[in-house]
């Protein structure tokens, strides 16, 4: 029973995780991948900057180290001299107090030694620990860089893909049908085109008809009247009459052209003689 149960469980979650992943925004996730490298390289530097502040530490003691036991070494030598003057004076009670100092200060000295030997030793494996942790955080900054670089390219990617999308859905609109309340365009341009061709045929239709040939000698006789009555301003006015146009002379002087000949064929007729005149 209990295995059903995990087996269940697991199931759910590995689809309740997939249908997650195809919901969430990728933009959105990537920005809490890069979060989280920066979260993690912050805490890896924490952690460096902790070794190389144990690796300092130990090496600040060892120079105190080395600097007690210079003088200390100092003392001891200092103790030995006034000791063997001591001697040579027959200064029995000084040379008993200075071979007691010397020999106090020779301890300090072996303490001091085993010191800095441990010192050294720490010293050492501080210095590698601290060349390790800088390491780690040089590697660590360059992959987050490289993170970096490449979150830029995703997210390039990632417009040119929606960019994509919206414009396989603005071409699915223009070539689909989206609804009933909202046209295509190919729907919009077979309808101008059919009102267009419609008015083109009525537009045709009117210049064939009688009332259009009617409405065109209308016209004529309105700018006749016009002329006839700018002829009569002019002469109430005292002005030559205006010049006619040259096509019309032309067709005055091929008229009366055709009609001399006529004139000059037709024969004379010569009066006949009376023969029973004589």
Request: charged share 30%.
């Amino acid at each position: 029973m209990f295995k059903n149960i995990k087996r269940w469980w697991k199931y759910m979650t590995a689809k309740l995780s997939k249908s997650f992943d195809e919901r969430a925004d990728p933009e959105v996730q990537l920005q809490q991948a890069i979060t989280e490298a920066q979260d993690q390289h912050r805490r890896l530097k924490e952690q460096a900057a902790n070794v190389i502040a144990n690796q300092k530490q130990t090496e600040l003691r060892l120079n105190r180290a080395l600097e007690d036991y210079e003088k200390v070494a100092g003392n001891a030598r200092q103790a030995v001299l006034m000791a063997d003057d001591a001697q040579k004076g027959g200064n029995e009670d000084k040379l008993t107090e200075y071979t007691q100092a010397a020999e106090a200060f020779a301890g300090r000295m072996i303490g001091l030694e085993r010191e800095i030997d441990d010192l050294k030793a720490l010293h050492l494996h501080s210095a590698q620990a601290a060349d390790q942790a800088k390491a780690a955080v040089q590697q660590n900054s360059a992959a987050l860089q490289k993170k970096l670089s490449e979150r830029q390219k995703l997210m390039a990617s990632l417009d040119q893909a929606k960019m994509q999308e919206q414009m396989n859905t603005a071409m699915a609109q223009l070539s689909e049908t989206v609804g009933e309340d909202v046209p295509t365009f190919e729907e919009v341009r077979d309808k101008v085109e059919a009102r267009y061709s419609k008015a083109k045929g009525m537009a045709e239709l009117t210049d064939t008809s009688v009332e259009a040939r009617m409405l065109e000698i209308e016209q004529a006789a309105m700018n006749n009247e016009a002329q006839a009555r700018l002829a009569e301003i002019r002469t109430q006015l005292g002005l030559s009459p205006a010049e006619e146009p040259t096509a019309a002379i032309t067709e005055e002087s091929a008229e009366a052209g055709e009609a001399a000949p006529q004139e000059a064929t037709e024969p004379a007729t010569a009066p006949q003689a009376n023969p029973t005149e004589g």
